[in-house]
């Protein structure tokens, strides 16, 4: 396996990085077209597949740049990295608009929609302006902590797809944890590597969260 690594490293920039965001894009296109089968989707569905696509996208790019391109200062690396982090970006953005949106309380629906709206107006110029990942950490750090405040199963009503959802975007904070503190296994699996399978756990977690609401709402 060692040897395989090696070999590959010969022809891509970060193989096992490029490898398990692949990976990632993969699984988050499937959690997309899995939920699209659910007829008469819901806003809410609707926002959860945007999510599921827009990270798709993100973990796409980040594959190539990790695979293609050294991480250097030239224009085309910086571009991809752009719309890498603008992806993002807009796919938590919808997070919090399928989150949001199903806050029963309309005055607080109101306002955390709101707030949602200025936090990304305010992340994609940050984006450009800082270059820093440090902005993506922050902006997710502040969604997550949302979703979880949001999907706590504090009732018994509907504490299944809840919990799903809340301990998916909860795990979440192991990444940036791991890329914080630099952790890594091995050579050829480092902070990048364990964050993706972080995130695969993550995301399959929202994602069965998803499915069970959207199939529980289906048979009501």
């Given amino acids: 396996m060692l040897s395989i690594v090696e ?9 096992m ?65 752009l719309i890498m982090q603008v992806s993002a970006g807009i796919s938590i953005f919808y997070a919090q608009a399928a989150a949001f949106g199903q ?24 984006v450009f302006y800082f270059f820093d990942f440090r902005v993506v950490a922050f902006n997710s750090l502040l969604a ?5 405040v949001v999907f706590f199963p504090s009732k018994i009503e509907n504490w299944v797809y809840k919990t799903y959802i809340s301990f998916g975007f909860f795990i979440s904070f192991l990444t940036i944890y791991v890329h914080s503190q630099k952790l890594s296994f091995a050579k050829w699996f480092n902070h990048n590597d364990i964050s993706h399978v972080i995130m695969y756990v993550s995301i399959l ?3 069965r969260g998803i499915k069970y609401q959207c199939k529980s709402q289906t048979t009501t």
Avoid at 144 to 148: A, E, N, Y
């Fill in 7 to 15: 070999s590959l490293s010969s022809m891509l920039s970060e193989p």
């Fill in 17 to 81: 990085t490029s490898f398990t965001d692949l990976l990632l894009s993969i699984s988050c296109f499937y959690f997309f077209f899995g939920l699209q089968k659910f007829n008469e989707a819901s806003i809410g569905q609707q926002h959860w597949q945007k999510f599921f696509l827009f990270l798709g996208v993100s973990t796409l790019l980040g594959a190539l740049a990790h695979a293609i391109f050294e991480r250097q200062n030239n224009l085309f690396y910086n571009s991809v990295w």
């Fill in 103 to 126: 806050l029963s309380h309309l005055r607080t629906r109101q306002v955390m929609v709101t707030l949602s709206i200025i936090q990304f107006v305010i992340f994609i110029p940050s």
């Fill in 144 to 148: 997550m902590t949302q979703m979880i």
């Fill in 205 to 207: 977690l929202i994602f």
